[in-house]
């Protein structure tokens, strides 16, 4: 069969020995995700389509295979799902057997698999059962104020290292840059509405000066209608 390619379940993460038909004849574990061939012969379907991107034939028969002819066999699927399977954590003390389609359950809550620490920053893995012990001398637990009284809020490993002095030299630093900021930002709105009073203040004059001056155009109009008659006579 030349070079072996892994796609199907181990054979020693079941209870008991599976049957020789639940078996691929690529992988030689047990079928995971089977499809049959037109030819009848069943494989994993990752072992199947690995060994199609190099020879087009049936690993058993030698067949020419299409591959828009396979099937995949569900009842041999679901057949395959209710065997029992050991933990994959059995070798570190896990005594649980479930059916293998519950095995992804199970190590969700399984305590001696290996879970990442939840804490930002760190990288370990520890078992679950021991996932607590760990939290508790996590360097990076959570975060504390100094105990000095400088603010700063800390981990573990942060306060090995940390400098009130320099803490508070950068705090200040950072709070003076805020400050030009926010007053630069004052002087510009500043500016905006100065301007705008002032366009505001010459468009009145120029509103008085309109009105003014239509004022005067009538009154001009109205002794100019009144003198006339008076010319007449």
Not at 85 to 94: M, Y
Request: one cysteine or more; proline letters at 5%; charged letters at 25%.
């Amino acid at each position: 069969m030349g070079e072996r390619i892994s796609g199907g379940y181990d054979l020693n993460l079941f209870v008991s020995p599976p049957d020789c038909a639940l078996l691929c004849s690529v992988c030689h574990g047990v079928l995971k995700r089977p499809v049959k061939l037109p030819c009848g012969h069943i494989f994993c379907k990752k072992c199947i389509l690995t060994w199609l991107a190099r020879q087009k034939t049936c690993p058993c028969c030698r067949k020419e295979v299409k591959r828009r002819l396979m099937v995949q066999v569900h009842k041999l699927r679901k057949t395959i799902g209710r065997l029992q399977v050991k933990c994959k954590n059995s070798q570190a003390g896990c005594c649980v057997t479930c059916p293998l389609s519950q095995h992804r359950i199970h190590l969700d809550s399984c305590p001696f698999e290996f879970t990442p620490c939840p804490n930002a920053g760190c990288m370990a893995r520890v078992q679950r059962a021991a996932l607590a012990e760990h939290d508790r001398s996590c360097g990076h637990r959570q975060q504390q104020h100094c105990p000095l009284g400088c603010g700063a809020t800390l981990t573990a490993v942060e306060r090995e290292n940390h400098n009130c002095y320099q803490e508070l030299r950068e705090a200040r630093g950072r709070r003076r840059a805020q400050g030009r900021a926010l007053d630069s930002v004052l002087r510009h709105r500043r500016r905006r509405i100065h301007r705008a009073t002032g366009l505001t203040r010459r468009q009145l004059i120029q509103l008085e000066t309109f009105l003014e001056e239509e004022e005067e155009e009538g009154m001009d109009v109205s002794n100019i209608n009144t003198e006339a008659p008076r010319a007449a006579m």
